[in-house]
Nanobody, 117 residues
Framework: QVQLVESGGGLVQPGGSLRLSCAASGSIDRLNVMGWYRQAPGKQREMVATMRSSGSTTYKDSVKGRFTISRDNAKNTVYLQMNILKPEDTGAYYC???????????WGQGTPVTVSS
């Protein structure tokens, strides 16, 4: 089994910053893609950022230049540094780990992010 433990969500004012962390453990061999997804109330879950163990990254267009994904392969941990947060960034943020083709994919429990004044 695979376990993902997320932390770092919370309430922040517009323009503020938050850093999310997700630590993976268990049978994670060959699960080389880690990433963050979010789901706003009443909306579908969407990709925010992903990163392969090679270091290649993918970002949702609206977060480019504001969010940075990074990972510590030795600790099996992925981070999401979120800067210049906007109200539209509000939602539940989920950590994901998967193999290249998505045959094996696991989700964290989600951590809430609220951007509001």
């Amino acid at each position: 089994q695979v376990q993902l433990v997320e932390s770092g969500g919370g309430l922040v004012q517009p323009g503020g910053s938050l850093r999310l962390s997700c630590a993976a453990s268990g049978s994670i061999d060959r699960l080389n893609v880690m990433g963050w997804y979010r789901q706003a109330p009443g909306k579908q879950r969407e990709m925010v950022a992903t990163m392969r163990s090679s270091g290649s990254t993918t970002y949702k267009d609206s977060v480019k230049g504001r969010f940075t994904i990074s990972r510590d392969n030795a600790k099996n941990t992925v981070y999401l540094q979120m800067n210049i947060l906007k109200p539209e960034d509000t939602g539940a943020y989920y950590c994901n780990i998967r193999d290249e083709l998505g045959f094996r994919s696991y989700w964290g429990q989600g951590t809430p992010v609220t951007v509001s004044s």
